[in-house]
């Protein structure tokens, strides 16, 4: 069974910490994702991750960071967190796509995150 | 930035009503994915559609792809209390990224 995990369901930080967000995937996906959730918004794209070392910036990336070094892991840093960085975040990977086709992302259970 | 816009953003009707939900673009997309998220998990894919005018079926759901490529629709027949949850169109852009809709939450009651 694929799966797609994340290091915590719910987090709650104070505004000024620094916040590590971590995903791991067991399917060998050169593609991992980093996404928000907010009400009304759909998933906004944060970061994107094509191989090791490598990473673009998505729609959002103001005011987070990420980094990929192995394949199976990405994490995403919120270098000092705030009240507006609180949201659901979900990671996801894929395999790459080709041709016009984009393949399946898969998602792991999200993180909600509180910063007060 | 591509922007998907769904409508409408909630939905509540009884089992066994018909309904559809919209997802509209003024740019074209590559290819058109329907996921479904239930709460406390992340979505899960349903269904791609790549060619213009595509209509695919999964079993009460249907899927249509405008000929266009700009807009698509998922139309459910005699819906179900299992079909509750938040419905998100997401069209495919360059570079293996995916743009998403702002969602539908569909409730349906018993």
């Known amino acids: 069974d694929v799966k797609v995990t994340q290091s915590s369901r719910y987090l709650v930080k104070r505004t000024g910490e620094k916040v590590f967000l971590e995903c791991v995937q067991d399917?060998?996906?050169?593609?991992m994702f980093w996404y928000r959730q907010d009400p009304g918004l759909g998933l906004r794209l944060i970061y994107f991750?094509?191989?090791?070392?490598?990473?673009e910036k998505g729609d959002i990336p103001e005011g987070y960071s990420v980094s990929r070094e192995k394949k199976e892991r990405f994490s995403l840093i919120l270098e000092s967190a705030s009240t507006n960085q609180t949201s659901m975040y979900l990671c996801?990977?894929?395999?790459?796509?080709?041709?016009?086709?984009?393949?399946?992302?898969?998602f792991g259970p999200g993180t909600r995150l509180t910063v007060l | 930035t591509q922007l998907l816009e769904q409508s409408p953003q909630f939905l509540s009707i009884q089992e066994g009503e018909n309904l559809t939900v919209y997802c509209n673009s003024s740019?074209?997309?590559?290819?058109l994915q329907w996921y479904r998220q239930e709460p406390g998990e992340g979505p899960v894919l349903l269904v791609t559609?790549?060619?213009?005018?595509e209509v695919k079926k999964l079993k009460r759901l249907t899927f249509q792809f405008g000929d266009a490529r700009k807009d698509s629709s998922l139309h459910i027949t005699a819906a179900q209390p299992g079909d509750t949850g938040l419905y998100l169109c997401?069209?495919?852009?360059?570079?293996?990224?995916?743009?998403f809709g702002g969602g539908t939450r569909l409730m349906v009651k018993p």
């Open positions: 399917m060998d996906h050169e593609n």
């Open positions: 997401a069209g495919g852009r360059a570079g293996n990224m995916l743009t």
């Open positions: 740019s074209v997309f590559s290819s």
């Open positions: 559609v790549v060619t213009g005018g």
């Open positions: 991750s094509y191989d090791v070392k490598m990473k």
């Open positions: 996801a990977s894929s395999a790459p796509s080709s041709g016009g086709w984009h393949n399946e992302q898969f």
